[in-house]
């Protein structure tokens, strides 16, 4: 009944409940992907062809090398984005699983001077800084703002540096986590946390999470990946996406 999420066994699986957690989630919609390292070849990931996350199954996911391409000769298209997630496995050899999407809450942190910030203890994840990479400052203000080779991605992960979250102007984000119910759930919670703190900047002053409380939740026994807290958030998602009964494989 429980699963674990990162071993060799079930990665599949666990990613294509991933998929379908953020689909339910409103994270991602008919856009948006999520992906994850293999541990037993670190230089590859898995990560699903060109299709809505919703609808992926195990015989969707493509394994892909560093460089963005798929590891075996693949007739179906890929995700034109999916140099987002082979720049940052290719920069951060700590991180272990990628999700970008285009979450509309977000959104407006990505075209103002306003900083998103962690304001509720389940967004301590995101870190106490959250970058903007706009793709305009580097690849000029002609491209289509999509993320479509290595340059663009190696300047996203760059800018994105050792954080857990980078915005995208006018686009969305990518996250960056040690596990893929990391991922997850930093990218289930990093919305919501926006969506707070733009309804708290109508009130007034912002009071964001001290540097204390962020590592003291990054420290805490619910964060780890096989935590009860983790796996019984893992189960309820997995329900609510109408996948709980792939939890048993
Ligand atoms: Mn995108």
């Known amino acids: 009944m429980t699963t674990s999420p990162g071993t060799a066994t079930n990665l599949i699986t666990e990613l294509v409940i991933a998929n379908r957690i953020l689909a339910r989630e409103d994270v991602v919609d008919a856009y948006g992907h999520v992906s994850v390292r293999n541990p037993e070849a670190p230089e590859r ?22 460089d963005g391409q798929a590891l075996k000769k693949e ?15 290719e920069a951060r050899p700590d991180v272990i699983a990628v999700v970008h999407a285009h979450a509309e809450d977000v959104l407006p942190f990505t075209i103002t001077k306003a900083a998103l910030k962690p304001v509720i203890h389940s967004g301590a994840f995101i870190g106490a800084e959250v970058p903007v990479w706009d793709i305009a400052e580097r690849f000029g203000d002609r491209t289509n703002l ?15 540096g050792d954080r857990n979250v980078a915005l995208m102007r006018g686009h969305g984000f990518a996250a960056a986590a040690r596990s893929l ?18 309804k708290a900047m109508q009130l007034g002053e912002l009071k964001p999470l001290s540097r204390g409380e962020i590592d003291a939740r990054a420290a805490g026994p619910g964060y780890k990946p096989h935590s009860p807290e983790t796996q019984r958030a893992w189960q309820y998602w997995a329900g609510r996406a109408g996948c709980g009964e792939l939890l048993k494989d």
């Open 45 to 66: 990931f898995f990560l699903a062809h060109s299709k809505s996350p919703a609808l992926i199954e195990a015989a969707d996911i493509v394994e892909h090398t560093l």
């Open 181 to 198: 119910i990391d991922v997850v759930r930093m990218s289930v919670y990093l919305p919501r946390n926006a969506r707070v703190q733009q």
């Open 146 to 160: 999509l993320v479509t080779n290595m340059d663009q991605g190696r300047d996203l992960a760059k800018t994105l």
């Open 75 to 89: 007739a179906r298209p890929l995700y034109l984005e999916r140099f987002i997630h082979a720049a940052i496995y």
